[in-house]
């Protein structure tokens, strides 16, 4: 037989154990991560690019329903913009980066003015020239998406997501095989 004083500790046990498991659960589940929000993949448009050349390099982002990023140039100055860096390697160049325009959309927060925004999905842009110096064979390209990702009600922290593009350097005058053209689509025309 269990006697009051032990079945009133188990009961504060079991209490502060529910607690301490469900709660934190429950909230996590309500706040999801950034990076469960937001995942970017990233593409080259050549491979192998000969010294020389150029070629592109692309972040693709899905933004998951319900959410969007501020666009590159937000509405407001107090507005985390989306931008992609690159921490360019000896041999390698950045020539330009491209973002798309956003999307002019009304939230409950700011009812008033509508905010320029990324959603579903968005690809960004890098265009790299491949020096005479560059180095032969595999070269990874570190780079940084940083972006802030909300839904009507929340915004999630600010992020700096790292990411890695890797290409292949060839001998100048090398003829490299586009990649990914469904990603690089209208690289072919520029």
């Known amino acids: 037989m269990i006697t009051a004083p032990v079945r009133n500790n188990l009961a504060r046990f079991l209490a502060v154990f529910a607690l301490s498991v ?11 991560s950034a990076a ?4 970017p993949q990233t593409f080259v448009s050549v491979s192998p690019a000969p010294r020389g050349g150029t070629f592109e390099a692309a972040v693709v982002v899905e933004i998951s329903r319900g959410f969007h990023m501020n666009s590159h140039k937000p509405s407001e100055d107090y507005l ?3 931008t992609i860096t690159a921490d360019v390697p000896p041999g390698i160049k950045l020539l330009d980066t491209k973002y798309p325009e956003g999307l002019d959309k ?8 509508p905010l320029n925004v990324y959603t579903d999905k968005v ?16 070269l990874s390209i570190p780079a940084t998406l940083r972006y802030q990702a909300c ?27 586009r990649q990914h053209p469904d990603v690089f689509v209208d690289s072919a025309k520029n």
Do not use: M, Y
């Open 106 to 113: 009304k939230f409950a927060f700011a009812p008033d003015k």
């Open 22 to 32: 469900i709660v934190p659960a429950v909230a996590s589940a309500q706040v999801p």
């Open 80 to 82: 985390i913009p989306t």
């Open 36 to 39: 469960s929000v937001v995942r």
């Open 123 to 138: 690809t960004l842009r890098l265009k790299f020239a491949v020096q005479a110096n560059a180095p032969l064979g595999a």
């Open 151 to 177: 839904n009507d009600t929340t915004c999630l922290a600010p992020v700096k997501a790292p990411l890695v593009f890797r290409i292949d350097v060839g001998e100048t005058g090398t003829h490299g095989t």
